[in-house]
């Protein structure tokens, strides 16, 4: 902008922040690094979650669902994760405002259930799809991890077994090229996507990769059958049976 009016950019921009602008007399400006609350933007429906803005600091903010991303989404943000100084400043706001919320979408942890329950009591806890299958993924790829580090240790010994017979040890390679240590490190991105995405080659991985490890095979269908219920349910009494008949699956193969 300054370059465009033929003034220098950083005198413009402290000229705005001294001058042009109230931020001097901003009534959030002495805490503005630790929180911010914006009482008017509470609706019915909010959203609660961790997030890193700066340098991998983690942030919680709450934001209105209603506004979608736009003008008046955030109602506040805290500067790391800890309890009490949260639910001390939001329960600065009044109660006639916070009793307004009807639901409120966390994850799964016990510090966002709490700050939930202490600010917002009259609101519903609602767990959102995308925690629980992020959840159901991590499992899904520590068993990967774990195959990968058995084959990495297996590859290691029969190098050193190799070597000790002065002989040139040569990795079996399965028909798409891949060797054991690389089928496993390579299938990482394919076991984040549902079949019908795949490409040929991750298509052929997969078939390998399947063969070789029965319980992956399990493990994905598993979290594609979560997903599953998640994109075609449309009803919460269908949910509650589908999950149910879910659960019994899991369980079963325990």
């Not at 950019?9 to 001058?19: A, E």
């Not at 997030?51 to 790391?80: C, R, W």
């Not at 109660?95 to 939930?116: G, P, Q, W, Y």
Request: one cysteine or more; charged letters at 30%.
């Amino acid at each position: 902008m300054g370059y465009f009016y033929g003034v220098n950019g950083k005198k413009l921009q402290r000229q705005y922040k001294d001058c042009l602008s109230d931020f001097k007399d901003w009534e959030q400006k002495k805490h503005a690094k630790q929180w911010l609350i914006f009482p008017e933007n509470i609706g019915p429906y909010l959203s609660i979650d961790e997030t890193a803005l700066s340098k991998g600091e983690l942030y919680t903010i709450i934001t209105n669902k209603k506004a979608k991303g736009k003008k008046g989404s955030i109602v506040a943000i805290f500067a790391g994760t800890k309890v009490e100084p949260i639910i001390e400043q939001l329960l600065k706001i009044s109660a006639k405002k916070r009793a307004k919320v009807k639901e409120i979408t966390l994850d799964m942890a016990n510090s966002m259930k709490t700050i939930c329950k202490k600010c917002f009591p009259r609101a519903m806890q609602v767990t959102d799809r995308f925690h629980v299958q992020k959840l159901a993924l991590e499992a899904l790829q520590d068993i990967r991890i774990k195959h990968r580090w058995d084959a990495i240790d297996l590859e290691n010994q029969q190098i050193k077994q190799a070597r000790a017979k002065n002989k040139t040890w040569e990795p079996k390679q399965y028909s798409n090229g891949d060797t054991r240590k690389q089928l496993l490190a390579r299938s990482r991105y394919l076991l984040y996507k549902a079949p019908s995405n795949w490409t040929d080659n991750q298509c052929h991985r997969s078939k390998i990769l399947f063969s070789q490890y029965p319980d992956i095979k399990i493990a994905f269908d598993l979290v594609q059958g979560l997903r599953n219920i998640f994109n075609t349910t449309t009803s919460i009494e269908t949910a509650y049976t589908k999950l149910g008949s879910f659960s019994k699956v899991v369980c079963e193969l325990k």
